[in-house]
């Protein structure tokens, strides 16, 4: 029952897009001006909510395919997905990239310990 039910929450996000564009045409470019217009926000927090947005869109049915798989899999999938869909934010200026490069970094420090471990050997 509780894997069904995580499995449906991507569609929920897109019910919150979905009254975005209501009475108008689809500007997927505009889309985050146009959310944070109607959530009440300005446009960098609605760019950074449609980011959030695609981005649970895209990782969450990987997560739980990855996670009940025996042996639980690592995060790898998960990351490579996750930096290539907020690439894609970046690109149509959703998300602002300072924070797409803090987010590397930081990810890449995650794993230095990992690649060091490869590299001394």
């Not at 934010?89 to 995650?110: D, E, Q, R």
Request: with cysteine; aromatic share 10%.
């Amino acid at each position: 029952m509780k894997k069904r039910f995580l499995s449906l929450i991507p569609f929920f996000f897109l019910m919150l897009i979905s009254p975005v564009y209501a009475e108008t045409d689809v500007n997927l470019l505009a889309l985050h001006e146009a959310l944070g217009e109607r959530l009440g926000v300005g446009t960098f927090a609605g760019g950074l909510i449609a980011s959030a947005i695609l981005l649970m869109m895209g990782i969450l049915p990987v997560a739980l395919i990855n996670r009940s798989r025996k042996g639980g899999g690592g995060p790898i999938a998960e990351l490579f997905l996750g930096l290539t869909i907020l690439g894609v934010c970046v690109a149509i200026t959703w998300f602002p990239i300072w924070i797409f490069v803090l987010l590397c970094f930081l990810t890449a420090l995650m794993f230095s310990d990992k690649i060091t471990g490869i590299i001394g050997q």
